[in-house]
């Protein structure tokens, strides 16, 4: 079992940074892949980027792309999602994930493609 960590979260303004992590319990080089999801109130739960442990291939979504940046650290089992150029609609709960296995990983863009999920930080964006 992995256990998710995230943290960071928080009120920002638009045009603002945030920088959000999320610690891992344990190696997550056993790990094949570690994403990010936003969930906003009424909405599904919306692929945001992932990253590959081996060869640190990243895919972001579209509403994301040339402000979202990910991040890994090997030595500290932590992935980092860098938020530039924040906006009132990137405000949700941002949720890290974990993909064990890599024959069920196809870039990491669907939430059955995880096996584990952190609790979320709540970000924050005012206009």
């Known amino acids: 079992q992995v256990q998710l960590v995230e943290s960071g979260g928080g009120l920002v303004q638009a045009g603002g940074s945030l920088r959000l992590s999320c610690a891992a319990s344990?190696?997550?080089?056993?790990?094949?892949?570690m994403g990010w999801f936003r969930q906003a109130p009424g909405k599904e739960r919306e692929f945001v980027g992932a990253?590959?442990?081996?060869?640190?291939?990243?895919n972001y979504g579209d509403s994301v792309k040339g402000r979202f940046t990910i991040s890994k650290d090997n030595a500290k089992n932590t992935v980092n999602l860098q938020m530039n150029s924040l906006k009132p609609e990137d405000t949700a709960v941002y949720f890290c994930?974990?993909?064990?296995?890599?024959?069920?990983?196809?870039?990491?863009?669907?939430?059955?493609?995880?096996?584990?999920w952190g609790q979320g930080t709540q970000v924050t964006v005012s206009s």
């Open positions: 344990r190696r997550t080089s056993s790990m094949h892949a």
């Open positions: 990253i590959t442990w081996s060869g640190g291939t990243t």
């Open positions: 994930a974990a993909a064990r296995a890599s024959a069920e990983y196809s870039g990491g863009y669907y939430p059955s493609e995880y096996n584990y």
